[in-house]
């Protein structure tokens, strides 16, 4: 096999790699998603853009069907924890990075390392599959 040939088969197999994880990304994004909105209080979002039934977080289909409460997150800022805050800055962040900012720097974070320092495995388990599951908002 010539080295141009090899090449094209690694760039083949990447290629369906890639497709592979963006097949099934957004179904683990919404199953992460769901496991922050439990940990961190299904009282901090809110049912969004034409669904009208409350539904429980575990029940969710969609992403946009647990939508961050920002005025609620906001108010918990100040009462939280740092471990706490610095989870919910994060999992804010995936919805909406600009509003999480402040949050971020309230806490001291400027970059991913900072937050890895923060998190608990369970929290840094779930962002991580954010991470790697998120297509955009």
Not at 37 to 49: L, P, S
Not at 119 to 130: F, H
């Amino acid at each position: 096999m010539t080295s141009k040939e090899k090449m094209l088969k690694k760039m083949r197999e990447n290629t369906k790699r890639i497709n592979e994880h963006y097949a099934v990304a957004p179904a683990n994004f919404l199953k992460a998603w769901k496991e922050a909105v439990i940990k961190i209080g299904t009282g901090y979002f809110q049912v969004q853009r034409g669904y009208t039934i409350p539904i429980e977080a575990a029940a969710a289909t969609d992403k946009w069907q647990l939508i961050p409460n920002i005025d609620a997150m906001e108010n918990r800022f100040g009462t939280c924890s740092i471990g706490e805050g610095v989870f919910m800055a994060a999992v804010l962040s995936f919805y909406n990075s600009e509003t999480s900012e402040p949050f971020m720097k309230q806490y001291g974070m400027y970059g991913i390392g900072d937050v890895a320092g923060r998190l608990d495995l369970d929290e840094a388990d779930i962002i991580t599959c954010l991470m790697l599951n998120h297509t955009g908002w």
